[in-house]
């Protein structure tokens, strides 16, 4: 057995050489370590002197409404572009207003610029309408009408209910807005909505072709997407360029009053004149659509009393197939 | 005692003799197959073109496709029925429908999904579903619950089919070794020990219970689908249990008819008695004088009162466009049927089969009329659109789109009972007296 050998002598001889090797050996590891050592030490130092910073702190208002300090190094402008920052801003609404629109049924004599306006700028077809002028007669004996409807932006709306993926919401500032990047175009809201306010791209949208590669403005619903749904906005887009909505502008006739709520103050898109809405409304007999069926719309009409002109019923523009 | 004439090699090759790969069943399969692909064809159409290319348009936004949902739904909850509710109050002679019941909703609650699917018109994005999930959304309970059923109507199939499967294995040898191979798997290695029988009874009693509730979802929350909006026709406390009881009247005739045509074909008389339609016959007559009652309460109330949108609702329904629909379907498809099922000459196998087949025809017209004419007529005029905007008519491609889930059901409900017994094999024989006993 080797190990169990008594002779030393062997043994001392090979130690001398070994522990040559050892120091050696640590001696590498010492330096080493200082290296790393040095290294480390100088990072943390690098390190605690970012921390430092410029030494400028600013406060900023997060977007929870807490105040925070921020070392002015550190802001980075958040950027949003394209669809992300309409998507954002579109869901959002604008902070402090809630949207009205008052029909002034007495002057509609169903010039229809509203409709085309509209369909211009959210690229629909003529038979696609977000706001559509409908020959009313409410009973045998009373006289006929015309009723310029679009989509009521009910405050208890039916559509946004029944949407089983938050397509269609409802923002802060009152308007029902739909997202046709996720709309899965079940067309529960159709169903639901009894204003028979929303449309659907059955085929190929019309500015399918000049559309494609713009960024998706989920204000605007442009560019139309087919197989999603699609309906009025109260032109959310213009709103925030603090522009009365197309069909508004768009009036010959001083059919349409556009404002805020929250002021109490109502501007009509043909004269420009600002009214107050509640005296508006208290001085002409505003009403609603089928309020019986608590929909709580945004939309107010104003009776179609004192009419200066007879009631025509036009000959029907809309092309024939679709 | 066994019952005269029957043993167990009689009854096992009677339930079995079926499972083989004939020229029938090579030529009906072909057959299904080939129609498949020419409707998904038209379906591969409506995906590159969209919802355009069927007949559904802004105002009638929901054709035919939604109507086939509803029908598929109600088509699917019979499992229910008969396994559950007849099962769990004592009926013995339900035995050897149970696995028909079951196969039928199965394939129709499997289908239903897959219909819904063809209506929207962005399937891509079936996920979002999920990912936005909003549990306000009726939709997402009627998700929930179908998925639900289905995986119960499924379990309802397999649980009480083990010991067949475990029987066919070692018993039927003359079955090519791959099907036998497949039948000891799933037959879980039972061996009849009292502890396997209790779990598979124990389990199989605690889906009877479940599936009660979960059958009553999904028709319901489907009806909720237009109760929950203020349109005329739609508009009705009453849509759960009308949507149910309608619901069992067209699975019923679903049974019947395949109670028809396997024992005619798989030569199953012994089993599928005159005994067995006269029941079944009893059954639809039941469902349909419930129906009927529920159909009384949905047009005579609205009826009486008239309100503006209910009034031309009934009168499109009764005596405008919808007439001719409207009476068949309510004459032919239910008050006929249940005069002619109250003499029992009447519930033998052949005239029972005639009358199931003209009460499933009404029922799948019945949905058409309960989706469509609502729409037809909203609360403010449609005024300045096309003609075809107008009245819903469905088109070609549509219609071919809409024939794919029944071939659907047909293939799976036509696969499931070739290469499995139709009737359970080992209830059936403790039925009849004969212990099955073959296993050491």
């Known amino acids: 057995m080797e190990e169990n050998d008594p002779i030393r002598p062997q043994q001392e001889s090979e130690k001398s050489p070994s522990s040559r090797r050892d120091f050696l050996k640590n001696l590498g590891l010492a330096g080493v370590c200082v290296a790393a050592g040095g290294a480390a030490l100088y990072s943390g130092h690098i390190f605690e002197a970012k921390k430092e910073g410029s030494g400028e702190q600013r406060v900023l208002l997060t977007q929870d409404g807490k105040l925070v300090k921020v070392d002015s190094l550190e802001i980075k402008a958040h950027e949003k572009t394209g669809t992300e920052q309409y998507q954002y801003l579109g869901r959002e609404g604008i902070a402090g207003r809630r949207w009205v629109m008052v029909v002034d049924l007495s002057h509609c004599r169903n010039a229809r610029r509203c409709i085309t306006a509209c369909q211009e700028a959210h690229h629909l077809r003529p038979e696609q309408y977000h706001i559509n002028t409908l020959q009313m007669q409410d009973t045998p004996n009373t006289a006929p009408y015309h009723m310029p409807k679009n989509c009521q932006h009910c405050d208890n709306p039916p559509c946004v209910s029944v949407c089983p993926v938050d397509a269609t919401y409802k923002r802060q500032d009152g308007i029902v807005l739909i997202d046709n990047e996720r709309c899965i175009g079940c067309r529960f809201c159709i169903a639901a909505c009894p204003y028979s306010a929303r449309i659907f791209n059955w085929i190929e949208p019309k500015d399918a072709a000049q559309d494609e590669g713009l960024d998706y403005n989920v204000e605007l619903n442009v560019p139309q997407k087919l197989g999603t749904v699609s309906k009025c906005l109260f032109s959310a887009d213009r709103l925030r360029e603090e522009k009365l909505p197309y069909c508004v502008s768009a009036c010959p006739n001083g059919v349409y009053y556009f404002g805020d709520e929250n002021e109490d103050a109502v501007t009509n898109g043909t004269t420009k004149e600002t009214v107050r809405l509640s005296k508006l409304l208290r001085d002409n007999g505003g009403y609603q659509l089928m309020p019986e069926l608590g929909t709580k719309p945004r939309v107010y009409y104003l009776p179609p009393k004192n009419r200066l002109f007879p009631f025509e019923n036009q000959p029907d523009e809309t092309p024939t197939k679709a | ?440």
């Open chain 2, 1 to 440: 005692m066994a019952e005269k004439d029957f043993t167990l090699e009689k009854i096992t090759g009677d339930l079995t003799h079926h499972i083989r790969l004939n020229k029938g069943f090579l030529a009906w399969m072909g057959f299904l197959t080939i129609s498949l692909l020419v409707c998904l064809y038209a379906y591969s159409l409506q995906l590159k073109n969209g919802l355009g290319v069927a007949g559904i348009r802004d105002y009638v936004s929901w054709g035919m496709y939604l109507s086939n949902f509803v029908f598929f739904v109600a088509s699917s909850l019979i499992g229910m029925l008969i396994s559950a509710f007849l099962g769990l109050i004592g009926m013995k002679w339900i035995t050897p429908l149970t696995r028909i019941a079951e196969t039928i909703a199965v394939a129709f609650a499997a289908v239903a999904g897959l219909v819904i699917v063809s209506d929207m018109g962005r399937p891509e994005r079936l996920a979002n579903v999920f990912i936005y999930a909003r549990f306000q959304s009726p939709i997402l309970w009627d998700v929930t619950v179908i998925t639900t059923y289905f995986v119960l109507s499924l379990l309802l199939l397999f649980l009480p089919m083990i010991a067949d499967l475990a029987i066919i294995q070692r018993k039927v040898t003359t079955l090519p070794a791959w099907l036998r191979t497949v039948y000891k798997v799933l037959s879980l290695n039972y061996r009849d020990t009292p502890e396997q029988n209790r779990i598979i009874h124990r389990s199989i009693r605690i889906l009877l219970i479940l599936i009660i509730p979960a059958a009553l979802s999904i028709h319901t929350v489907t009806s909720w689908l237009f109760a929950v909006t203020s349109r005329a026709g739609w508009d009705s406390t009453i849509f759960g249990p009308y949507f149910v009881s309608g619901a069992f009247v067209a699975g019923t005739a679903a049974v019947i008819l395949a109670m028809f045509f396997f024992r005619k074909n798989y030569k199953l008389s012994d089993y599928l008695t005159d005994l067995h339609f006269n029941n079944m016959g009893k059954v639809l007559a039941t469902v349909s004088l419930v129906y009927l009652y529920f159909n009384l309460n949905e047009f005579l109330v609205p009826g009486y009162k008239l309100k503006r949108a209910d009034a031309v609702h009934l009168h499109e329904l009764l005596a405008g466009k919808d007439a001719l629909l409207f009476w068949f379907v309510q004459i032919g498809g239910l008050l006929l049927p249940i005069l002619f099922m109250l003499f029992r000459r009447f519930r033998k196998p052949v005239p029972i089969t005639i009358i199931a087949v003209a009460v499933l025809i009404a029922a799948w017209f019945k949905r058409y009329l309960i989706v469509i004419p609502t729409q037809e007529h909203p609360f403010l005029p449609i005024q300045h659109i096309p003609e075809n905007f107008l009245h819903y008519t469905p088109t070609l491609t549509e219609t071919l789109i809409s024939i794919a889930p029944f071939l659907l059901v047909l293939i799976i409900i036509t696969l499931i009972l070739k290469f499995f017994p139709v009737i359970p094999l080992q209830e059936t024989a403790k039925e009849k007296g004969v212990e099955p006993f073959i296993f050491d």
